[in-house]
């Protein structure tokens, strides 16, 4: 039986609830059977991931739904200890919930949007024997900042009951007959109108490059374009960062600040050299700054799977190992954060994004000698070209028994060659690059995952270096011993999964597309 949606009509003037009964008489009767004041906070992700999911997740009185904005359908109520400003799926009660916000969110904190209260009046929907058939919420909605409340609209929502189609039709037709058919609104209408009125923008981050950039236009022009953006992302981030939400925002302004610097350093000329240089030096001096923090992270979120690794008896021990880490994750994230809100880099990212606006609007002289000056496309197709080349020249060097350092230095090569075809991807046929960033991706995770294991490693020995100078524990010893060998076992199928991964990679297909992709 298919499933009647819940619907919604607004009215600006407010819901009189003593005209309601009269209208579906005499066919149903209106019962009232509840007036109640109502909070609701709604919550999403930072990228929104929910609302893309066609969900909204509600708080109210201390419980969490998900709300289908297509449907109007509630899932079943789980009970919080509070209302609070964000909090991570991981931390909910096993259940229907947590594991729909796991799969929606992933390891991203949902974060509290909006408050709004409703001043309420429950109907029931009665037939002439008495049967249900929907109810009927009259609600008066404002919206809650801080201690004042603002009024909002009027709203008739009509939630129907399986089986009783006809009385549906009914019922909707004369609510629009009432209110208007212009003021009929479905479920997800209701959310973002909702979201409106609290001046929060829906779907307004996204840190994927979607920048419409012109093929003749002046390359230092578009450099302009992809480096404000990335200065965007890094800005975007850093209150989050700040407020510790999630271990995204960090991970996330880290990847817009490498994505600035291997533009400066792979576009040549879009600036004058001194200017390339002091800027270079800024963003990898931040670099450095987060990388104890983001070292942390990676372990913190590695945790479940660390004990998993081992033994439940070795395991055990590993806690000391984060209690610690904890610790030094704060002393990292206040030392972090007290940079991100001191006046010198203020200063600087003000001064960066003054430079790129600047050029925007007066992207140089036009002379022959003026790299700047290059078309875009020349530009990409020079420099994809070339990163290419390098990343294939390099892997097909790489022997069966790859080392380490060899494996380390074309992740660094591929990286180089996916920020390029990231930035220039609207210069090309989706068709094209599509695949060719597919190929890639792959390769590139395979990579990853090998340094990522080794720096993992190398990490715990200097640890178990550092035991040394603290009171004996040869537990924990014995327990990041035995994680180092799981580490380590993990990297050499890594390792053995190499030359495979990189022959799909370097094969006729992707050569075709690559050879097609510059010489459009």
């Keep these: 039986m298919a499933v009647l949606n819940t619907i919604c009509f607004k009215s600006s003037e407010g819901v009189s609830t003593r005209s309601l009964p009269v209208l579906f008489q005499p066919s149903l009767n209106l019962h009232e059977e509840l007036r109640r004041k109502e909070r609701r906070s709604y919550y999403d992700t930072f990228e929104w991931s929910c609302f893309e999911h066609q969900t909204a997740v509600v708080v109210k009185n201390r419980t969490i739904s998900l709300l289908d904005l297509q449907s109007g359908l509630e899932t079943a109520p789980l009970s919080l200890k509070a209302c609070p400003s964000h909090f991570l799926p991981s931390t909910l009660s096993d259940g229907t919930i947590k594991n729909r916000l796991e799969f929606l969110a992933g390891i991203r904190a949902l974060m509290k949007r909006c408050t709004i209260e409703s001043d309420m009046v429950t109907f029931r929907l009665l037939d002439q024997i008495e ?16 201690n004042r409340k603002e009024r909002i609209a009027g709203l008739i929502t009509l939630k129907p009951l399986k089986g009783f189609q006809d009385d549906y039709v ?33 779907n307004d981050y996204n840190p994927k490059i979607r920048l419409a950039l012109r093929p003749d236009n002046p390359v230092r022009i578009s450099a302009a374009e992809l480096l404000l953006f990335t200065h965007g992302i890094m800005k975007s981030n850093e209150s989050g960062i700040i407020g510790s939400i999630d271990t995204e925002f960090l991970h996330e302004y880290r990847v817009a600040l490498r994505r600035t610097r291997s533009l400066l350093s792979q576009l040549k000329g879009i600036f004058p050299p001194e200017i390339i240089l002091r800027y ?37 021990h590993l806690v000391p190992f984060f209690e610690e880490l904890e610790l030094i994750r704060k002393v990292e994230l206040k030392r972090f954060s007290d940079f991100l809100r001191s006046k010198a880099y203020r200063t600087m990212l003000d001064e960066w994004q003054t430079l790129l606006n600047d050029a925007l609007v007066t992207p140089g002289i036009e002379r022959e000698s003026d790299p700047g000056q290059d078309a875009s496309i020349n530009v990409a197709v020079k420099t994809i070209g070339k990163a290419w080349k390098k990343v294939v020249r390099h892997g097909r060097a790489i022997p069966a028994e790859a080392s380490d350092g060899e494996l380390h230095a074309l992740r660094i090569d ?107």
């Design 131 to 146: 049967k249900t058939t929907g109810f009927l919420f009259a609600e008066t909605l404002f919206l809650i900042k801080g």
């Design 170 to 202: 009914m019922i909707s037709r004369k609510l629009e007959e009432h209110f208007g058919t212009e003021s009929r609104l479905d479920v997800k209408s209701v959310f973002m109108l909702l979201m409106e009125s609290a001046g929060v923008r829906v």
């Design 280 to 316: 270079r030096q800024a963003f990898r001096d931040i670099g450095k700054k987060c990388n104890a923090l983001r070292d942390c992270d990676v372990y913190m979120l590695k945790k479940t799977a660390y004990f998993n690794f081992l033994p439940p008896l070795l395991a055990v």
């Design 414 to 520: 591929c990286k180089k060659l996916r920020y390029l075809l990231e930035f220039f991807s609207s210069l090309f046929p989706e068709k094209t690059i599509g695949p060719v960033v597919k190929h890639l991706k792959e390769l590139q995770e395979n990579l990853g995952a090998f340094v990522d294991l080794a720096l993992q490693q190398q990490a715990l020995y200097g640890y178990i270096d550092s035991m040394k100078t603290k009171p004996a524990n040869p537990e924990l010893a014995s327990a990041l011993g035995g994680l180092i060998v799981m580490l380590h076992r993990r990297q050499e199928k890594e390792r053995k999964a190499f030359n495979r991964t990189f022959r799909r990679f370097d094969n006729d297909e992707t050569e075709t597309l690559v050879t097609e992709l510059l010489n459009r």
